[in-house]
């Protein structure tokens, strides 16, 4: 049986949101599973719908209703399944753009992560079910600050353990920062021993049946991939390699190769944060 992890001893400072000659400022929310409502799952999953991307050249593999060049769509149905079947243990970020606030119109869903928690062993997992960002609002920072959200949620504070599985380099980029680890120096030896057991112990089926890829997990790979799953999902990769290959100039990528219907594995060991209590909160003003 695995024994508990023993987390980095390191520290990372973040960049500041970058600041904006207007009134327009973003915002972030967090919500327990059991309370995020219906209409809450209609505008997330609307927002994948709108942003996610476009199936690419192998998509009618999946099925005759997908074909390559449409947009990846999503229903409320399908992201329940997907990511709030357990919503005890689920949490959900999402992000605001309020375009001037002496305005009474409603802010922007601009930005969403679903995250769920389980045990390992001794460990505590949490693990980003989905992650959306709209692209009107890319490279502020959206992304790394709604996985950063998650640490106000006082169960979250207490994972020591963090992952997801994505497709795009920017997601994995984030949860390193979160993780206070940096992507050219991924410890890769913590991903091959614990990856099979984290995904076995998870409540979410499609990562029960996750096929582990990339030379870490396969004797005979010869693809490049280093650290990946076979999820069947033939997104379009055009503008994830784009930024794959941004990465692999500035010399920080170690995960491998990306492959038509495989994603990212992304685990990192972190140190579990002291919850934030509205006493505290109401003493730092």
Known sequence: MPSPVTPPNRHLTLPCNPTSPSNASFFYRITVGNNVSDDTLKVC????????????????????FTKA???????????????LSHPE??????????????????????GHAFASMWDYSENKIGWVTQLVVDEAVRQRYVVTQLLQ????????????????VSSHPAACNALAKYAAADLKDVDLDFIC?????????SPISYLNDAQ???????????????????TKFYVDHTKPLKVLAHYKNKGQWCLGELTDGH???????????????????????
């Open 45 to 64: 999953a609307d927002l994948f719908s709108s942003n996610y991307g476009i199936w690419g050249d192998k998509a009618s593999k999946i099925s005759t």
């Open 89 to 110: 243990n689920t949490v959900l970020v999402t992000c605001h753009l309020q375009v001037d606030p002496l305005e009474s119109e409603c802010p922007k869903l601009c």
């Open 263 to 285: 994603e990212f594995l992304a685990i990192f060991p972190i140190t579990p944060v002291s919850p934030i209590s509205p006493i505290r909160l109401h003493n730092s003003k």
């Open 193 to 201: 021993v614990h990856a099979k057991g984290i995904l076995q112990s």
């Open 212 to 230: 582990l890829k990339g030379v870490l997990f396969e004797d005979n790979c010869d693809n490049g991939s280093i650290s990946s799953v076979f």
């Open 149 to 164: 959200t998650l640490k106000v949620h006082a169960p979250f504070s207490r994972i020591n353990i963090v992952g997801l």
């Open 69 to 83: 060049g449409q947009k990846v769509k999503m229903t409320s149905a399908r992201l329940q399944a997907q990511c």
